[in-house]
């Protein structure tokens, strides 16, 4: 391992109400790679975002040091100039253009101003050529599996000379052959010299090819040591080792029968023929009970819910029933009628229409049942939806108040509220308090326990694994798609229902 | 903290909008009432009965379509065919005469019913851009006309056809409307009053009713009024306001409505709410279509004749009158009072100018200065919330 070439200390990020990052400490070394884990909302993208310049200096507290001398980043170009490539989980490359092209996009070789494509072309393939990829640097980029297009990515990366490449969570997409062929050519880029951070949930595959490993919690930084002096029973335990908070009411629901059962819900990636999103997952949820479903981003959490939900367009197979009675739903009307309530993760692009008022969000899902089947009744609506503002205690000056006025916590609070208006026996939440303040989580706690209270069936999703163990009955997690464990909640301590979503089976 | 909020009617920001741009609308009208004063009229001409029922007259047609392109724009998309629906729609009127006065009709509107829903198809069930479908309508529809008419102009040949565009209902009958008007005015008034107890809402206060019935029933007495001083209210304009109120009662009181603002506004939000987008869109085009067929009646009618490029550019009126009463491009934005204010202050702009003998390429800088300078001027305010 080389000398040391960034260091990020004491590293300090706050937004409005939350506290991101406090005070990470961080290193990297010439030819290694580092290991960067944690749950979702520790901290970790925020870290890098602050890297890459995308949050420029003074937006955070600390200093990043490389090769050195300090640098204050001013934007994303800047941070790309002295050297450090992020790869994103979300691809940016441009589809139609060939691999070329993209890989020195806004780069390209000219002579007199106009591209010089027979040096792009050469360039390209030497670059291709050095990683030893058998990828033809004409083919556009749309024909390549989301593999390919990865170490395209790199490529790119490495072209701009790049000496600190960023991987967040590089493996997502890929087929265990492409991870195969990616690790290699990280070895090889680490025989290189290139200083490498590496982010994923998938602790094999961390352990497969890191160095060292930091683990975060919370926006802090809970230790870095050498892979080889850690197991992934010792990381889940540094990632988890919360206690479970305080803020969750004790509750005891007394269940009743089963009313809602979902069987072999099978879900393909619409981008990838053949990959499955979720894999044959079959569950039920009874009268009163909170069902938590936990699992890491990419689980299949949230296209298991829009599968059955009838709003997943790649959904394959599903059994469903409600009260006993195999129903089928075709689309989100079906389910609404049967039923089913969905509030849906990223509530500004699922959940509101910002531009209308809270009581027109309110009522849209059950708009017939509140108003009439043809005529609306205005007068009828606000009374319902004053109604649900009280019981939510949606803080705004009145039901004719802009939703996208509100905060996060009313804006949920009015989603919630929509779902609760089309008089469900099942209720899906999606990452119901993802984004809002502690005060306004709390309430949501309180109103989720009151509705099982009351004999509402509820599916919970939430990558917060302290929410999903404090309000739920029952704990089924997923992996890849498949259901790896379940748990009652005595049994749900947060070690084994990690160690299931990082993908290690529970033994029968 | 903690404060529950408690529903009042308030005033809301699409509603200061549509304040702004009556405001605007007054503005227009007192500059050329003024700029028409001359030793015959002391008081100016524009606002006089004769010039001011010209003017409503002018407008109707595209009020009409206003209102259709209002849903279709609310929704998420765009018809750019309408101008070439009316030529094909007032054609095939013309032609038919020779069936009766009712088949006639009753063929141009069905005509545009037939093509929106084909358009609608295209665009909401085959997914094809409403931009393209609708540019490949204005071409293909306007060919269509060709073919069917030769090119030639057909005039119209029956009177009441005719009357339709031209003529005035009797100034008694105004009275007659205008009293079923004020009934219609206090009637809903009591009704929302009891239905607000019966829900146990905050009733209006009394000063607020009386406001509400009396301001539009005076403004609907001194129209017909007005309009009976220069012979009856034109018969065009007895449609233009049918259209309106069915419109605004369609986008505001009915779920159809409601379904396309959250259309426009949110189609994720909306599908995941249960809305059967694909319906909803289909049935947007079908009354834009249905509008159009009514359109062309009342433009031949007017005309006297169908020419077969008849109805050119009114796609691009519509839409500016919609653009320039608020309505966003974007979708989910927008009023069939602010779309009908809209082709009220285009045609003020062109009656005013003509009025003053501006000359033509001056009157068009200044149609498309306004269209631009109304949007500006909605984004300055938006940004600034």
Known sequence: ?508 | MNQPISGRLKLRTSALRAYTMLAALIVIWLFFQWATIDQYHPFGLFLGPVNFSKLLQQMAVTGVLAVGMLMVIVSGNIDLSIGAVVGLAGGIAALTQGWGLVPCLAFAILVGLVIGAFQGALVAYFNIPAFIVTLGGLESWRGVILKLTKGATIPVELPFFRSLGRDFIDPRIGFVLAALGVAGIVWTNIRRRRARQRHGLTPLTAGAIVARIAIPSLVLIAFIFLMNKAGGVPIPVIFLLAVALAGAFLTANTTFGRYLYAIGGNPDAARLSGINLKRYVLAAFCVMGALAGLASILHTARVGSASPDAGTLMELDAIASCVIGGTSLMGGRGTVFGAVLGALILASLDNGMSLLNVENWAQYVVKGGVLVAAVGFDMFGRRKT
């Not at chain 1, 100039?81 to 253009?97: C, D, M, R, T």
């Not at chain 1, 083919?139 to 960023?166: D, F, H, M, T, W």
């Not at chain 1, 509750?251 to 990838?272: C, L, M, Q, S, Y």
């Not at chain 1, 039920?284 to 959490?301: H, N, Q, Y």
């Open chain 1, 1 to 508: 391992m080389g000398s040391e070439l960034l260091a990020m200390k004491h590293i300090t990020k706050s937004f409005p109400g939350v506290k991101a990052l406090d005070g990470v400490s961080f290193d990297l070394n010439q030819g290694e790679i580092h290991a960067l884990v944690g749950e979702n909302g520790a901290g970790k993208s925020t870290l890098i975002k602050i890297l890459a310049g995308v949050y420029p200096h003074p937006q955070y507290g600390g200093q990043i040091i490389l090769d050195g001398s300090e640098r204050r980043f001013a934007n994303v170009r800047d941070a790309e100039n002295a050297g450090i490539a992020i790869i994103f989980q979300e691809l940016s490359l441009v589809k139609e253009l060939s691999v070329a092209e993209n890989i020195f996009l806004g780069r390209e070789p000219r002579r007199l101003g106009v591209i010089n494509w027979s040096a792009l072309y050469s360039r390209a393939e030497k670059l291709l050529q050095d990683l030893h990829l058998s990828i033809d640097s004409r083919a556009p980029v749309q024909n390549l599996g989301i593999g390919q297009q990865q170490l395209v990515e790199i490529a790119k990366a490495l072209s701009q000379e790049a000496r600190i490449l960023v991987l967040d969570e590089p493996t997502a997409a890929l087929t265990e052959a492409e991870v195969e062929t990616l690790f290699e050519i990280l070895r090889k880029l680490r025989e290189r010299g290139v200083a490498m951070i590496y982010i994923s949930h998938k602790l094999d595959e961390v352990f497969q090819i890191s160095n060292r490993i930091t683990v975060l919690r919370d926006g802090q930084s809970i230790g870095t040591e050498p892979t080889s002096s850690l197991d992934e029973a010792r990381v889940i335990s540094k990632m988890v080792g919360r206690e479970v908070d305080q803020i969750f009411p004790e509750a005891k629901h007394p269940h009743g029968e089963a009313v809602f059962e979902a069987r072999n819900i099978t879900v393909e990636d619409p981008t990838v023929p053949g990959k499955l999103l979720v894999d044959s997952v079959s569950f039920f949820a009874r009268k009163g009970e909170v069902l938590g479903i936990a699992g890491l981003m990419g689980s299949g959490r949230s296209e298991l819910l829009m599968a059955i939900f009838g709003a997943h367009p790649a959904r394959k197979s599903a059994e469903i029933s409600i009260e006993g009675k195999q129903i089928q739903i075709a689309n989100p009307y079906d389910a609404i009628k049967h039923g089913i309530g969905f509030v849906t993760e990223d509530r500004k692009r699922y959940g509101l229409i910002l531009d209308q008022t809270i009581l027109k969000n309110m009522t849209l899902a059950g708009l017939r049942r509140l108003s009439g089947r043809f005529f609306t009744d205005e007068d009828a609506e606000a009374a319902a939806g004053e109604r649900a503002a009280r019981d939510l205690r949606i803080k705004a000056p009145s039901v004719y108040t802009e939703t996208g006025t509100l905060s996060g916590g009313n804006q949920q609070k009015v989603v919630l509220a929509k779902w609760l208006l089309t008089n469900p026996r099942v209720l899906f939440l999606d990452e119901p308090t993802r984004g809002i303040d502690v005060g306004a989580k709390q309430e949501i706690y309180h109103e989720i326990n009151r509705l099982a209270a009351e004999g509402l069936a509820i599916v919970l999703v939430s990558s917060e694994l302290p929410e999903v163990l404090g309000l739920s009955d029952r704990v089924i997690v997923l992996h890849e798609g498949r259901v790896t464990g379940e748990f009652k909640r005595e049994e749900a301590t947060p070690e084994a229902v990690m160690s299931c979503a990082t993908g290690r089976r529970l033994a029968a």
